[in-house]
């Protein structure tokens, strides 16, 4: 993916938050606790659903290249914080595989899943620039 992406933020109501990108719209919501109704996944919540089911897809790929069936196979992502300050110390990604699935191709799908564009993005720490304009 070369070039910008845009992606346009909204506010429709209580503490939902808004993404739209081309033709999908990607909502939010705050639980209940914050002030929110629980509508929808937090901001954070889709972050980190973002690194596994990007892996996801790469695994999911490299079995359809091969016919190797799907059935049990699932990716189990545990995120791991600092309990004081809440921030995310590091990210475990187990491709779980049934007891049937070709044990030439696990470690395999270690390497595909390890290519989660999201992961190298997080990895590469891109710059941010935040600012205010008037329009």
């Known amino acids: 993916m070369a070039g910008t992406t845009e992606l346009l933020v909204t506010f429709p109501g209580g503490k939902r938050v808004d993404a739209r990108l081309g033709d999908h719209v990607i909502r939010t919501d705050q639980p209940a606790a914050a002030g929110g ?3 929808a996944p937090t901001p ?10 990007c892996a996801g897809i790469f695994v ?3 079995c359809q290249q091969r016919g190797l069936p799907t059935d049990g196979i699932r990716v189990a992502q545990r ?4 309990p004081e300050t809440g921030a995310l110390l590091g990210v475990d990604l187990d491709v779980v595989v049934p007891e049937t699935f070709p044990e030439k191709y696990r470690e395999a799908l270690v390497r ?5 564009k999201v992961k190298k993005a997080i990895q590469r720490q891109p710059e941010f620039r935040v600012r205010t304009v008037v329009g």
Do not use: I, P, R
Not at 44 to 53: C, R
Not at 79 to 82: F, G, I, K, L, R
């Open 60 to 62: 999911l790929g490299f």
């Open 112 to 116: 595909v899943a390890d290519q989660c």
């Open 79 to 82: 995120a791991h914080h600092d």
């Open 37 to 39: 109704a629980g509508s």
């Open 44 to 53: 954070y919540e889709l972050f980190l659903a973002s690194l596994g089911t």
